[in-house]
């Protein structure tokens, strides 16, 4: 068996020799890498004595988030030298050039170990001693690489010479090839800029900062699926909607799924694991999504003109919405504010609650005024919505309550110029953006998770949301895409007409109810087309139960859409309807009215919207119960349940079909009221413990 003895300068390297050779590394007389060589390379060798060296040279400046390719640089010098001396008086013994395409060819160099050393400009495979080995593409691979410090998405892995698992002084120095005779070396090498990891340009900026935003609604570098954020998963788990769709629906009184897919019954049933897919997929794209805010914070923090600012105080925001969703579904959870999170220790729920409200003030006056910003992006008013939700589930999350400053929050939102849609069902159709001039869901929609069918799709976003309520048989929905699986539990309907039943217009849109009293604009069921029942006896049966007809890629103006498949309905992730019900609880539970507002202008503000009936008093049993009329399978469900009692304990007596895997319902613990820390990741972060019950 041959062996070719050299250090790589790259995380990969290949060699040309016989198929299934084995290839071997040294540094210091230890082997530090072994690889199966599967391809052969036909190389004409005129010295028996010789071998061949074939470098491709690439530009490490050019990487940004949206176009992670490198390009390959031409008229790069690469030096070969014999001996230490000959680096210091910079004497090489072979140079070449790269061309076009990058290549730069040695042919029969003799037999021996070489020092190589590339440069263009300022650009070089060595970094303040340190060899470039590659490029730090997401969050997972900053994980598994040798400990860097400083090590940021977009930055340059450096070589772990020593290959102790942590990259430090020990690792700097030249490093060598050995060239065999009859053999050809081949190698990828990076070159980059002395000065800093990434060169910071407008352009990758800009890009980095898009990414922020486009974790919402994608799953990956390319469309509709490919080159996935996250790997090691089914890259549909670690899409943001269906993520916190899944673990805030499944679980509670609104909805249930037919698919067989492996994490579904244990959403269904209240009776999952810390193994459970689904949750793994959620715990770890939100801390994608954290890492590449952190990345962008950091990179972007010597920048001081109106856009980065406002672009930097964005990415706080973002970063503080993600670590709210942890905070709600997680509670204990692992925490930093730098690179990367693994690795890191859990902080307290309380701790983590006032972290966000800080962030949270610290960014608001950099962030555009109300109805300002670029469509798609945060402004003032999402930084307040945020906020009075955060403090409307501050007992839960502190055990103090903060029912006046839900008020106040909730408030400004209202004042904010944000006002409700005329058409509640328009919230929720493709134009729904405003780019037609019949839907006017924009002056409601306060952050959407932007999609387009052609410019930014994927197989979770809204059209998760589409395609997972409908099947073959109902009325059109403007997708070709239909899927079968999410439909009403029983008690979801009983929040409309509580005896299960009435008379409708139209039995395939239940928004037709004949009876006034039972009227409501919201009800956007569909009991005839498949259903066979209002209860449900088979969970996996997805005819048994009502379908829900809310989410459609239909124009409300009747135009096409961009595409026939793939969705154009934007997701209203923050709308303003939100801030009336927060103000309504928060005054019922105790809080002050501001400026003389009345929790029941507020409650029948939506109510008049709906078409339904007025209330003429509240209850906190009417708030929760209007909370589901408003926001059915939009995501918020678990989290209204538990604020209000009606969720995990065995003391609860608030039931819903299939609460707990019976078809009548039955009490789970309250443990159940945070999702378990993924096993996966207590194996790889010893500092982690397991939430209490799992």
Avoid at 10 to 39: C, M, P, W
Avoid at 222 to 248: H, K, S, Y
Avoid at 430 to 445: K, P, Y
Avoid at 506 to 521: G, H, P, Q, R, V
Wanted: with cysteine; charged share 15%; proline share 3%.
């Amino acid at each position: 068996m041959k062996a070719i003895k050299f250090i790589i300068i790259a995380l990969f390297l290949t060699a040309s020799l016989n198929a299934q050779d084995t290839l071997y590394i040294y540094r210091s007389g230890a082997v530090v890498y072994k690889s199966i060589v599967a391809e052969v390379d036909s190389i004409n060798f005129y010295n028996p004595y010789a071998g061949n060296a074939v470098f491709k040279i690439q530009d490490g400046t050019t990487w940004t988030v949206g176009n992670p390719i490198l390009s390959n640089v031409q008229g790069a010098v690469v030096n070969i030298y014999t001996d230490q001396t000959s680096i210091t008086n910079n004497t090489p013994e072979y140079t070449a050039s790269s061309d076009a395409n990058g290549i730069a060819k040695f042919n029969n160099l003799p037999s021996r170990s070489y020092f190589l050393i590339v440069k263009k400009g300022n650009l070089s495979n060595i970094i303040d001693g340190y060899t470039i080995a590659g490029i730090f593409q997401n969050s997972n691979d900053i994980s598994s690489w040798p400990r860097q410090s400083g090590a940021v998405i977009g930055g340059y892995k450096f070589v772990d010479f020593n290959h102790d698992g942590v990259i430090s002084s020990q690792d700097t120095g030249n490093y060598n090839i050995f060239i065999e005779n009859n053999q050809t070396v081949t190698d990828t090498i990076i070159i980059g800029n002395p000065t800093g990891n990434l060169i910071f340009t407008q352009a990758a900026q800009d890009s980095m900062f898009a990414k922020i935003y486009s974790t919402l609604g994608l799953t990956g570098n390319l469309q509709p699926a490919g080159n996935p954020d996250i790997v090691g998963i089914n890259e549909d788990l670690i899409d943001f909607t269906r993520g916190v769709w899944n673990l805030n629906e499944l679980t509670t009184d609104e909805a249930i799924c037919a698919w067989g897919d492996s994490y579904i019954p244990g959403l269904n049933f209240n009776q999952w694991s810390s193994t459970n897919d689904l949750i793994k997929g959620i715990f770890e794209r939100l801390y994608y999504n954290i890492t590449l805010c952190n990345n962008f914070i950091i990179l972007s923090s010597s920048k001081t003109d109106d856009a980065s600012l406002k672009q930097r105080a964005e990415a706080r925001f973002m970063r503080a919405l993600n670590y709210y969703y942890l905070l709600d579904l997680f509670g204990y959870v692992p925490f930093t504010d730098g690179m990367p999170y693994t690795g890191s220790l859990q902080i307290n729920r309380a701790d983590l609650f006032t972290y966000i409200e800080n962030e949270l003030i610290a960014c608001e006056p950099n962030m555009y005024e109300a109805i300002l910003a670029p469509y798609g992006r945060a402004d003032k008013v999402a930084n307040w919505l945020l906020r009075s939700r955060l403090y409307l589930n501050a007992e839960v999350y502190t055990g103090t309550a903060r029912w006046t400053d839900a008020a106040v929050y909730a408030k400004k939102v209202m004042d904010s110029g944000y006002t409700l849609c005329a058409t509640y069902k328009h919230l929720f159709m493709a134009d729904n953006d405003n780019s037609g001039n019949v839907n006017t869901a924009r002056q409601e929609i306060i952050l959407p998770i932007y999609a387009n069918g052609v410019k930014a799709k994927s197989w979770g976003s809204s059209l998760f949301l589409i395609a997972s309520t409908h099947s073959t048989g109902m009325a059109a929905w403007g997708s070709t895409a239909g899927w079968g699986g999410n439909r009403a539990r029983a008690t979801l309907i009983k929040k409309f007409f509580p005896t299960g039943t009435a008379s409708f217009t139209n039995e395939a849109d239940l928004t037709t109810a004949t009876l006034a009293s039972l009227k409501d604009n919201r009800a956007l069921f569909d009991k005839k087309s498949v259903s066979v029942s209002l209860s449900i006896s088979t969970p996996m049966n997805f005819n048994e139960g009502y379908q829900v007809i809310k989410f459609s890629n239909i124009r409300a103006d009747g135009a096409a859409t961009s595409d026939t498949q793939f969705s154009d309905m934007d997701v209203p992730l923050f709308r303003v309807a939100e801030a009336y019900l927060t103000y309504a609880e928060a005054l019922t539970r105790g809080a002050s009215p501001v400026s003389g507002f009345t929790a029941l202008s507020a409650m029948n503000a939506l109510r008049t919207r709906a078409g339904a009936t007025s209330f003429t008093a509240l209850t906190l049993q009417n708030i929760i119960d209007e909370k589901a009329r408003e926001f059915f399978f939009e995501g918020q469900r678990r989290t209204d349940l538990i604020r209000f009692g009606q969720y995990g304990g065995t003391n609860v007596t608030y039931t819903w079909d299939w609460k707990g895997g019976t078809a009548t319902g039955i009490n789970f613990g309250t443990y159940l009221n945070v999702f378990p820390i993924p096993q996966a990741e207590l194996i790889v972060n010893s500092n982690l413990k397991q939430n209490p019950g799992y």
